[in-house]
């Protein structure tokens, strides 16, 4: 964490609430982003990220920031939305609207088309600690010492639910007989964002 989003921090505990709102728009589009990724609806997604800016300056004194600020403000905006989804009964996580960097060519490929639908339907199907894995470590391009740190678990299980999901998802393209396989995809459509990043 930046010294100057220290002394942010600082500062909103001793009484300067004026700070916050600049950790607020230092992290909101981040956030926002997340959050739309785990509910696929924008309205629910600010609703989630502003209670968990509530929440945040509620519980900032019980911030010692072992983790990041930004890892801390991840974990609460999972936990939120998680809350909300179990409240409307969609305990689950819907990432459909995802968009792989793909060539102009590759995008106007059926085979893409067939290639990313399946994908974002086996994405639904991985278990919660896996998918939130994949999603934090795939689209939001985080490390594993900062995934472990939002999920609250250890480097290694971090590491091992996103292999898990990466394996799953290869697994079930080289299943389907109507499409390439993953690796011929990874070649041709430009998808190795989804490898084994060892950061």
């Known amino acids: 964490m930046m010294n100057n989003e220290k002394d942010l921090i600082e500062r909103v505990k001793l009484g300067h609430t004026a700070s916050f709102s600049k950790l607020v728009r230092k992290h909101q589009k981040s956030l926002l982003r997340l959050a739309m990724r785990i509910t696929n609806d924008l ?10 800016f509530i ?22 905006v999972i936990n939120t939305a998680k809350n909300k989804l179990r409240k409307h009964k969609k305990d689950h996580l819907d990432i459909a609207k995802v968009q792989i960097s793909t060539s102009p060519i590759a995008e106007n490929s059926l085979s ?13 199907k991985l278990p919660p ?8 470590r795939v689209f939001e391009e985080l490390s594993f010492k900062e995934i472990a740190d939002i999920m609250a ?7 091992a639910n996103y292999r898990h999901a990466l394996m799953k998802l290869r697994h079930q393209f080289n299943e389907r007989k109507e499409l390439k396989t993953w ?11 989804l490898t084994f990043m060892e950061n």
């Open 43 to 52: 309205q629910s997604a600010e609703d989630i990220v502003q209670e968990s």
């Open 153 to 159: 678990c250890p480097y290694d299980t971090a590491k």
């Open 183 to 193: 690796e011929d995809f990874d070649q041709n459509f430009n998808v190795s964002q």
């Open 129 to 136: 600690r896996q998918k939130m894995a994949l999603i934090l």
């Open 55 to 76: 929440k945040a300056f509620k519980k900032l004194d019980s911030f010692e920031g072992r983790s990041s600020f930004k890892s801390w403000m991840y974990r609460i």
């Open 112 to 124: 893409f088309h067939v290639f990313k639908e399946v994908l974002q339907k086996e994405i639904q």
